[in-house]
Structure formats: C-alpha cells, structure tokens
C-alpha cells in the first residue's frame, strides 16, 4: 500500500537530502495525527505541490507536528502537454464533484466558467468563497491519488474570459453532444500534427470545456469556435456535467500518453 500524502508549503522541501529531518506542523500535521492517527515508525510522503516529494519514516509525533525523516527525495516534472478542465457552474455542487474527481484522474489545473445557461452564479464576496471551496476540494483530492502537483484553481471567467483563453490555448476541445468528431479522433489529430517529440515539451495546454446542466448554448458555441475552439463528441451516451469531463480527462491522458 502507498504511503499516505499530506502537503507542505512550496519551497520547504528545497535542499533536503536522505537522513535529514523535515517537521510538519499546521492544519495537515493536525490530520496526519488526530484523524488518520499515524504513528512513529509508519511511512509517509511529504509534497510540496510543485512536483517535490520526500519519502520517509514517522520519527515523532505531538498534537499539531509531524517529525518525519526523510529516506528518498524526487521531483515529478510537469506533464508535456497539461489538461485543462474548463467547467461551467452548475447546481446541487455538481461542479465541485467534477474538479475533484477530474483532480484524481489527473487533470492540471481547473476553470469555473459561468456559462450563459449556469444557473449557479459567482458574485462579489460568494465568488471568493467559492472559488477557495474549489481550491480546498482540488487539494484534498489531490492528496487521496497520492499526487504531487496540487493542480491550479484559476479564476472564474465568463464567456468573454473563456474566449481569451480558447484563443490563447493550442487546443480548445468542446464536449458536445451533437459533435461529428469524437474526442479521440480530435485528440490523435492535434498530437499527430506536433512536430516529433514535441508532446513531451512543456509549455502546452488543451481545454476541455464542459457546459452546465442546461448544454452549452448555440450562441456560445458559435463564438468558442471562432476564437478557436473545435467540438468533439465524447461517446455515444450525454454524460452529465459532472461526470463530462472526468471521463475527458481519462480518454485525454491515455491519447497523450500521460498514462
């Protein structure tokens, strides 16, 4: 069985090597000890969300500090082509279960998208709230798939935001039911159009954008295609909101040989 995750801050794990020991106090330290009560001499990893793990044995334990001593240390590079999940608000946190389990299946960074048909809406202070909501989700499912890249809540944008960034992506994928190409034969397409090797370069991000429990309107459709996105059939099934992009991002990491 792997060693349960829990996070420390960016940076704290720099210059670290094997025999050293690293102290984990804070919030996750409180939950290594009082919720999933692990003790001296049981093994953990400590990441730092930025691809930094270290490997090692509980050494000592107090209410809200984790002595850990490190055994092995590894950085997870970032994947060469990242996965975007752009999801539309949508209600009953319909959205929320998309980001987490598309966090688990290894997306890299997620959109709220307040689409025209969303009926969910993001305002002033609720919007702040919300989206840290999103942000904790994320992290926590981060942490049950043992990953060591928390992925990034970006702000929510709404349709003139998501047409900057369909523009400002090198592959803008909308999940629609009434698409002619499946995803699979969109995906194939674009990698096998990128000069060779070039998958494993960093820097390249698609989007997988999924509407809210009403569809994507036409209109919108219209003007995410003219800024550059395609629409791509995702099976032969209309998956809800929150399942659309998880199943995406299955198909998206096998493709790209993620996985």
Known sequence: MSNPVFFASPGSLDGLAPGDVFVLD?????HAVTVKRLAVGEGVDIADGAGKR???TIAAVAPSELTVECSGLSEEPR?????????ALAKGD????????ATELGIDAVVPWQAERSIVRWKAERAAKAHAKWQSVVTAAAKQARRAWIPEVRPAVDGAGLQAAVAAADLAVILHEDAVRPLRQVLEAWQGALPAGETAAGGREVLLIVGPEGGISPREVTRLCDAGAVTALLGH????SSTAGPAAAVLASDVLGRW
């Not at 804070?26 to 409180?30: F, K, T, V």
């Open 94 to 101: 319909r959205d929320e279960l998309a980001a987490e389990t």
């Open 54 to 56: 270290l490997t090692g």
């Open 26 to 30: 804070g919030p996750e330290a409180r």
């Open 79 to 87: 994947p060469g082509v990242r996965l975007v999940l752009v999801q």
């Open 237 to 240: 099934h209309v998956l809800r």
